[in-house]
């Protein structure tokens, strides 16, 4: 097993590397710049050749020579004397005088070049050139880190049978059906990427020119390796599981991308389109720097398990003695800002859920409420700065601005953590417990307080010569390659200073528990493996859902939602049931892609201001983010937590069974609506949620 974390360890540390190669480039770009001002020109000196002029020497004889050489011209000329045949000699002074003073800037110019390129200089260049081969060598190749990474770490997730799905195997007829459905999804996308290959080899050799042929290697190969894998599984009996005889229980164990692949690829199929996956799996090669990210969150997050950290974050709460309830909304208030560093709710989930998960349930919190609280935790904060999709919402239209966005976030934030307050006091009754005095819980935070200053000091050191070397602040470019550096960071200081065991070193097999419990490497070989199938699993539902993006633009079924409704009440009401689908079937990324081509323009047409319409946007992403019967951060939550095991969960009534997909449907639900719904019922409101005054 520490094999094979080996291959993922070195794509993410390539994809780390061209991250934070970029910048240092750029800063030493900079450097030269501010040193020698001629940098940009000593840099490629060895390319820039000396002039080929000559400085005129004896005035008289130039200019005659310039006037003979006219002559020659106008003799040869038929039409010179149309045109006029006489030579003006102070012209042609000027001419040669005005040339020569050039040629002697040029080559004065060359000389002073000469004269800076010192050693220093030259050593400089070397070093920056160097640098600048080695970026572009790793980001000229982001497509080949993407295709490895998703197609390596949806092997891992395959035999680790981890891939997405609305519920986990549990007896040998759901092996058997969802092995069944993934050897069927992996055999339609090898056949679609060679006829993809086969359709763009056909055309580069009638001589169009295309780029990244290579990749369809890739592709080919790769989706064939995941084909012989399930088909080699399918022959594998699962003798560990009973037999199972619910077929409709079973094919809820087909993993989500399976379902995506097989019916997008039936509807290509039928309109003819049969490479129509390759496409769209092609066009999310484009975004391969924002999808290399996200592997780099998700280790940053399996890191995080393998520290204390998050141990001794939550000492400092427990002096207090907070009854689980307000325990919850506390860590829904600090898990916001770490979602808007993800970029998304998904990522923030894998990256972080487990050890959020865990915590609360050390706290005393119920499995149901810590499992709600999970996985609604990872839509608190993606409308705060610097989130990504809302960059990426600005980017894509001039209606509104990321300010703006980020404004309203903040107020949607609050709003969301009161609304969840509510309904948990409400539903739960009474809280159990009291809150320690003063006199009790400031002593105790300020002790637990002592131990993180280490930890404090190696983010703020971080951070620190980030800024000062790079002249770089911690935001949505940077975080994917500070944050890596950081937690590798604190992984060491605990393993190497204070000889901390691993967090789950009891759960270590006996034999393994010494050098797995207290080493720098395993620990770090043993998140790189975690993180495979986690980011296998989830770049897999994300290639697929671009698929069927795609797919539902390709059909028309969005051009027959009318243009004008006459209602805005109606409007905001099939905008947002539309919105809540579109999230519960697609990622972030790409659903704004679509929401922006498609239901945008019908918005704006329907005096829905723009503002309003993103808010709502978002917000009901995230609602179809929680919402049955896919509800994706469920199924993430479940992907890093487990199954629900406490008999409440197994065994209770239906409220008690299902609570934790209950509570945050009714939160996001009741926010979404007010969002939705009460800014247009007038200034104030709007004023109050959004930030801004109404347009009205």
């Excluded at 594998?236 to 199972?244: A, M, N």
């Excluded at 300010?403 to 107020?411: H, L, T």
């Excluded at 819980?441 to 930890?455: D, E, K, T």
């Amino acid at each position: 097993m520490t094999l094979a974390s080996v291959p993922m360890l070195a794509i993410l540390v390539l994809t780390l590397l061209a991250s934070v190669g970029e910048t240092l480039h750029s800063r030493i770009l900079e450097i030269g710049g501010e040193t020698w001002p001629d940098y940009f020109n000593l840099r490629v000196i060895d390319r820039i050749s000396a002039p080929g002029c000559q400085v005129v020497s004896d005035e008289e004889a130039a200019v005659d020579l310039a006037v003979a050489v006219k002559k020659a011209e106008k003799s040869a000329d038929p039409f010179a004397d149309v045109f006029g045949d006489q030579i003006d000699r102070e012209q042609v002074r000027a001419s040669v005088l005005a040339a020569s003073r050039a040629c002697e800037n040029r080559l004065a110019n060359w000389e002073r070049l000469q004269s800076l390129n010192t050693p220093g200089v030259q050593a400089f260049v070397l070093v920056e050139a160097g640098l600048s081969q080695a970026v572009l060598l790793v980001t000229g190749n982001r497509r080949v880190l993407l295709g490895l990474m998703l197609l390596f770490c949806a092997a891992a997730a395959t035999l680790g049978r981890q891939h997405i799905a609305l519920r986990p195997v549990e007896s040998r007829l759901d092996d058997r059906v969802a092995t069944v459905s993934q050897l069927v999804a992996n055999g339609l996308l090898t056949a679609s990427t060679w006829l993809y290959r086969q359709q763009e080899l056909a055309q580069a050799e009638a001589g169009m020119p295309l780029a990244h042929l290579f990749m369809h290697d890739i592709w080919v190969a790769g989706f064939g390796t995941l084909t012989l894998i399930s088909l080699w599984q399918l022959r594998r009996r699962r003798d560990d599981l009973p037999v199972g005889r619910s077929w409709s229980r079973a094919m809820l164990s087909v993993p989500l991308y399976s379902f995506m692949c097989i019916s997008a690829s039936i509807q290509f199929a039928f309109h003819g389109f049969y490479h129509g996956i390759a496409v769209y799996l092609t066009m999310m090669a484009e975004l391969s720097a924002l999808f290399l990210n996200l592997g780099l969150y998700v280790w940053v997050g399996m890191l995080l398990a393998r520290t204390h950290l998050p141990r001794k974050v939550f000492d400092v709460l427990r002096p207090w003695r907070l009854p689980p309830k307000w325990l919850g909304v506390a860590v829904l208030l600090l898990t916001a800002l770490p979602t808007a560093y993800s970029g998304a709710s998904g990522i923030f989930i894998l990256a972080a859920g487990l050890t959020l998960y865990r915590e609360l349930r050390r706290a005393g919190t119920s499995e149901q409420l810590a499992l709600a609280t999970t996985a609604i935790s990872g839509s608190m904060g993606t409308m705060l700065r610097p989130c990504l999709l809302v960059v990426i919402v600005a980017t894509l239209n001039n209606s509104v601005t990321t300010d703006e966005m980020f404004s309203a976030g903040a107020r949607v934030l609050l709003l969301t953590a009161s609304v969840y307050a509510i309904y948990v006091f409400l539903i739960g009754g009474p809280s159990k417990g009291e809150i320690a005095p003063l006199r009790e819980a400031v002593p105790g935070m300020l002790r637990a307080l002592l131990p993180l200053l280490p930890y404090v000091a190696i983010f703020a050191g971080v951070i620190l010569l980030w800024n000062l070397l790079l002249n770089r602040g911690l935001d949505e470019f940077s975080a994917p390659a500070i944050l890596p550096l950081i937690l590798l960071l604190v992984l060491a200081f605990e393993r190497w200073v204070l000889r901390s065991p691993d967090p789950d070193a009891d759960d270590l097999p006996e034999d393994a528990r010494g050098p797995l419990a207290s080493g720098f490497s395993p620990a770090v070989l043993r998140a790189t493996r975690e993180s495979s199938a986690l980011i296998g699993a989830l770049l897999m539902l994300m290639a697929l859902s671009v698929s069927v993006g795609g797919l539902i633009e390709r059909s028309g079924l969005l051009e027959l939602f009318p243009e004008q409704l006459g209602s805005v009440w109606l409007t905001l009401t099939l905008l947002m049931a539309l919105l809540v689908f579109i999230g519960m079937i697609m990622d972030p990324y790409g659903a704004v892609l679509l929401v922006n081509a498609t239901l945008a323009p019908i918005a704006l047409n329907n005096g829905i201001d723009p503002l309003h319409f993103w808010v709502m946007t978002v917000l009901a992403f995230e609602m179809g983010y929680l919402t049955p019967p896919v509800a994706l951060n469920h199924l993430l939550t479940r992907q890093v937590v487990g199954v629900p095991t406490s008999p409440e969960s197994l065994y209770g009534t239906f409220w008690q069974r299902n609570f934790r997909f209950i509570l945050p449907v009714m939160v996001m639900g009741t926010t979404l609506m007010m969002v939705t719904y009460l800014p247009a019922f007038g200034s104030t409101i709007f004023q109050l949620l959004l930030g801004i005054q109404s347009p009205d």
